[in-house]
């Protein structure tokens, strides 16, 4: 059969009467220029090629089209444009069938909607996630998706930003057809041949209506609602709900009219920015020194040493790498509860369907369960995830030092520690590494790797390389206590008291954070983690607090009678029997006032305004002193661990690049008007003097890292 090249990256062939397109733009066929320009001359070549009856268009390799280019990001548009392309695919004359395998998404996902049918295989993933890039899908995608599949259920796969199984998105409407094996062409040429010899009609998205849109359009009104209630202020997911409801009331070139306008409004946002700013940063966390100056060691068994939550949730972590786990405990008993908490994750997915008791077995078989340290001496890895004491873990690496062979790299799951400390208990320090894993291990994607003084380099690569098999986030950070997250949450936590302290409700200062972006105020969290936690930690930290520094009281007297939060079900807030959603307490406001009376504090109103300035400069300047000290290499690293561990509203990209969008210059500022109060508290940083001085932002130390 001839073969004919219409661009470089997508190739045509005619197999019969129907002419293949075939995507080859790896790895995931995403969406460029070259892609747009050679599936507009592959349609414009069918059409006038009277020897073709049907179109079918294939992505090469593991992909469909994974969505747009994220090289072109930030660039001037080149034509042709999406919506163009996929309106020329609509248009054709001809039957034009899209044979899905691997990810179909965003402007993907739109392509295959623009054909007439769409074949899908087992292992495709269907998906329209702009809006966690603080957009909407502006190729027809709004428009064409409620056809298909119900104004609701295409509403609600655009606001989520998650894919649909291929299943899924057959009992949606959004497949025509499933197929099994995992050659897209063959079955898509069967698909083809059977609607040609069918006389299939052309059947175009955009000549199809709604069904029954007066019970579409109260969906649409709980769907808004909840939206809502839930986007705390984004811009793009009402944007999304307006453009379906048009879809559902405007014809379908005045329906698209409006998705185009609402989707450059959306690329205009300063949401946007904060969005792909953070899909970046994500990506060059794992660019560090070390994964460019050594090759990681060998990583195929690991050990874990601790059964409890934290200990549970990273051998699941690792079970679910396909890795091998031996998990040590003092006695029996605990072996027993370790692998106790392992199974119920495993229990909780197969309750809610989402593994089969068959899976967990086959995961199980590669689980152990021992006493003895002797048992893991072949291992590659070990993680200790015990009690956080610097003498027990100390007392872990002794044992560990003793049975573990040479090269086996040692690492400490410690949120606060000295992790040189650690290492020093061993004889091998540079064989020592800080993963510090966020609460449920299991489900949290960031992961600090803590870099001490004496490891070396194929050490940290390994740490990073671990990261990768997790399908973790990782950041790099230098030792101190508290590393990134937790040294930055201990400041604003700080900020927030002093704000509580002088006026405002714990209630207060949680709305007005929750109103900014977060899912939950600072003292929300507090009553989530435990209050225990914190006070532990506020008295390690007793005996080298600066006794010039301000220091609130009211977490300490909570804790003096037994409150400790949602487990207590009292903290700062009330938790009745059941109930995970805290209501204002009157005696912990009793209590603060009595604090306040104390120390001959007179309280003050505090607007919203007030109350996240204040929270965000704190964050902001203890940002700054990370990087300064080097403990971060970049502020995008320090945007990443707030954004992935600590709930930071990602719609503002973190606390760096929000304080970017703000202006450095109206940050110093505040941060100086402070200081009249506090001035050992409100310090400026040195690197954000330096950079205000400079004329300078913090992402130009991005580039320049």
Not at 126 to 141: D, F, I, K, S
Not at 670 to 691: G, V
Request: aromatic content about 6%; glycine content about 8%.
């Amino acid at each position: 059969m001839p073969t004919f090249e219409t661009d470089s990256v997508v190739a045509t062939r005619r197999e019969g009467d129907v002419l293949v397109m075939t995507i080859d733009n790896p790895p995931v066929n995403a969406l460029g220029v070259a892609v747009r320009r050679g599936l507009k001359q592959a349609i414009e070549q069918a059409g006038a090629d009277a020897q073709v009856k049907a179109v079918l268009i294939v992505g090469a390799g593991r992909a469909f089209i994974a969505g747009a280019d994220i090289r072109e990001f930030g660039k001037p548009p080149q034509p042709p444009s999406l919506p163009e392309v996929c309106n020329l695919i609509e248009a054709c004359a001809k039957p034009v069938v899209a044979a899905i395998h691997g990810p179909a998404l965003g402007g993907g996902l739109e392509v295959a909607m623009s054909a007439h049918y769409r074949l899908a295989l087992p292992a495709a993933k269907l998906g329209l996630p702009e809006v966690t890039l603080g957009l909407l899908p502006g190729a027809g995608g709004t428009q064409r998706a409620p056809r298909l599949m119900g104004a609701r259920a295409a509403a609600e796969l655009m606001l989520s930003g998650k894919p649909m199984s291929a299943r899924a998105a057959q009992a949606a409407g959004l497949v025509d057809r499933l197929a099994e094996g995992e050659d897209a062409v063959q079955a898509g040429l069967a698909y083809a041949r059977e609607l040609l010899d069918q006389q299939a009609p052309v059947r175009r998205a955009r000549e199809l209506d709604v069904a029954d849109k007066a019970a579409a359009l109260a969906e649409l009104d709980v769907v808004q609602a909840d939206t809502a209630k839930k986007s705390r202020g984004l811009f793009s997911p009402l944007k999304i709900v307006e453009c379906v409801r048009n879809a559902v009331e405007l014809p379908f070139d005045d329906g698209l009219a409006r998705e185009r306008a609402l989707f450059l409004q959306c690329v205009e946002s300063p949401q946007r920015a904060g969005l792909v700013h953070a899909f970046f940063a994500e990506r060059e966390t794992a660019k560090v020194p070390e994964s460019k100056a050594a090759r990681p060691r060998a990583l195929d068994t690991v050990a874990v040493v601790g059964g409890g939550t934290m200990g549970a949730g990273i051998a699941v972590c690792v079970l679910d790498a396909g890795l091998p786990v031996t998990m040590i405990e003092r006695d029996a008993e605990s072996i027993a509860r370790g692998r106790a908490n392992v199974e119920k994750v495993y229990d909780g997915l197969i309750a809610r369907g989402r593994m089969t008791p068959e899976a967990k077995a086959a995961v199980m078989a590669r689980y152990a369960g021992s006493t003895s340290y002797d048992d893991i001496a072949g291992a590659d890895l070990v993680i200790e995830a015990v009690f956080e004491d610097v003498g027990v873990k100390q007392a872990v690496f002794k044992e560990l030092d003793r049975v573990c062979k040479p090269g086996a790299v040692l690492a400490t799951n410690t949120s606060y520690l000295d992790i040189d400390a650690i290492a020093a208990a061993t004889s091998r320090p540079q064989d020592v590494v800080g993963l510090h894993f966020f609460s449920p291990a299991n489900i949290m994607k960031l992961l600090e790797i803590v870099v001490p003084a004496k490891v070396s380099a194929d050490v940290v690569a390994t740490a990073f390389e671990l990261a990768r098999k997790l399908k973790k986030t990782p950041v790099r950070a230098g030792v101190c206590d508290g590393f990134i997250g937790n040294r930055i949450l201990a400041v604003y936590r700080q900020a927030a008291d002093d704000i509580m302290e002088d006026g405002a409700t714990p209630y207060e200062v949680d709305e007005a954070v929750r109103d900014f972006g977060f899912a939950m105020g600072p003292y929300q969290v507090v009553d989530l983690a435990g209050g225990d936690i914190g006070w532990a930690t506020r008295k390690r930290r007793a005996a080298t607090r600066d006794p010039r520094a301000r220091y609130v009281e009211i977490s300490d007297r909570l804790c003096e009678r037994g409150w400790f939060g949602q487990k207590t079900r009292r903290g700062y807030y009330l938790y009745p029997e059941g109930a995970r959603t805290g209501q204002p307490d009157p005696e912990v406001l009793a209590i603060v006032q009595a604090e306040r009376a104390k120390k001959g504090i007179a309280p003050r109103k505090f607007t919203q305004d007030e109350i996240v300035r204040r929270c965000m400069a704190a964050m902001i300047n203890e940002g700054a002193n990370v990087v300064h000290e080097g403990i971060a290499l970049r502020p995008l690293d320090v945007d990443v661990v707030l954004l992935s561990g600590y709930g930071f509203p990602r719609h503002h990209g973190g606390p760096m690049k929000y304080a970017d969008r703000v202006g450095l210059d109206k940050v110093l500022a505040d941060i100086r008007e402070f200081a009249k109060q506090d001035a050992l508290f409100w310090k400026p940083s040195p690197l954000i003097e330096k950079l205000v001085a400079q004329g300078n932002n913090f992402d130009s130390l991005n580039k320049g890292a």
